[in-house]
């Protein structure tokens, strides 16, 4: 669709093809199109196209970063296929290094060092420096690096934080992700719920737990954990699934879930944004129905911007 069409003030498109599959009492499904204010109308566009930038090997895919050189802003693209660390060029690749998963569809965090000569990469059982000029892949072997870890990499003032499925936040030496002290790290502990996800919003260390949100900021602590609880820091609602969150301009989508309405039953499960400390519900009615017909144990979020829109 290459030019705006009206949109009708109560429909968007198809009369029986409606978002939720009901009868037509609600707005239709749009596929492939998007709608936008032109000269204060709503109208349909199409969406922008798509072509392949380079392809890799065949396998599953547990991630993918773009690598920025903070000097000269060139970029690598990294990608882990299978059991492969690949680093794709045009259309040429490279396998670098073998990688072990802790899972078959486990996805892959990444981060990198400030001046961009480590690109850092993890999954739930190891973390990873790749040497961005030589293509050497280094584990951390840090006896003080914990054993598994969940979803994410928070870098914060020149530390790297990866926190374990207890809702215990570790940190790395500034800059230098294979040494970890015995003393730096701090709980996550509002509530007595598990660890989910970490992430960074703004200048917050954000960790997801069952149930609970909570905010740290770096207090530049002399011992211990340079992250301090930020006052009034905790949202009484965490993460359904870790795989759900996606990022996109600033703000985090997920799947949120409070107390005493977990995935047992999946009571009360909803779609929120988290926009700097304040997390609103997005989802409607018809999207929560679904999310408590089904088990979330394959729960997965992005997210991208297209033509202004965040989706």
Known sequence: ?????????????????????????????????????????????????????????????????????????????????????????????????????????????????????YVVLKNSLSMYGMNTSTDAVTKVTSGNYPATTVRGIAYLDGTFYVMDPNGTIFGSNSEDIFTWSALNFISANAEPDGGVALARAGSFVVAFGNYTTQFFYDAGNATGSPLSRAPNGTILSGCASSNSIAYCDGSFYYISQSKGQGPTTNAGVRVSVLKGISSQVISTDSIERLLKADGLVNAYGNAINVLGHEL
């Open 1 to 117: 669709m290459n030019q705006p069409v009206e949109v009708k003030r109560l429909r968007y498109g198809d009369l029986f093809i409606t978002r939720d599959g009901s009868v037509p009492n609600k707005d239709a499904r749009l596929t492939n199109c998007l709608v936008e204010a032109v000269n204060g109308d709503p109208q349909i566009v199409g969406r922008t196209g798509f072509a392949t930038y380079t392809s890799v090997a065949t396998g599953v895919g547990h991630g993918m970063t773009v690598w920025t050189k903070n000097s000269d802003q060139t970029q690598k693209v990294y990608c882990v296929v299978g059991t492969q660390v690949y680093r794709a060029t045009g259309t040429a690749t490279t396998v670098i290094s073998t990688y072990g998963q802790g899972a078959a569809n486990e996805i892959v965090d990444w981060n990198q060092y400030y001046d961009g000569s």
